[in-house]
């Protein structure tokens, strides 16, 4: 069984930083993509960015050059890094990571914008 455990979220002012945490245990073979999305109240939820195992990253353009996604394969961990926050970044975010042909999503955490 492969459990995700997020850490990180929380309120924050407008133009403040967050970095969220997921670290991924249990019978995990190998980990190619991991991931962070996330979802606002009465929304779709959406892809925030990306990393292969290889490095590449891949962002939303809402966060082009505000958020930054990395991993550490040895901790099976990745990291989203947050700055200039703005109130529309208000949402639960997921964190998804992909092995073989399984994904898998961590709880959720919350990350509020506001003044």
């Known amino acids: 069984q492969v459990q995700l455990v997020e850490s990180g979220g929380g309120l924050v002012q407008p133009g403040g930083s967050l970095r969220l945490s997921c670290a991924a245990s249990g019978s995990i073979f190998r980990i190619n993509v991991m991931g962070w999305y996330r979802q606002a109240p009465g929304k779709q939820r959406e892809l925030v960015a990306v990393?292969?195992?290889?490095?590449?990253?891949t962002y939303a353009d809402s966060v082009k050059g505000r958020f930054t996604i990395s991993r550490d394969n040895a901790k099976n961990t990745v990291y989203l890094q947050m700055n200039s926050l703005k109130p529309e970044d208000t949402a639960v975010y997921y964190c998804?990571?992909?092995?073989?042909?399984?994904?898998?999503w961590g709880q959720g955490t919350q990350v509020t914008v506001s003044s």
């Open positions: 998804k990571i992909n092995s073989g042909a399984l994904n898998y």
């Open positions: 990393i292969t195992s290889g490095g590449s990253t």
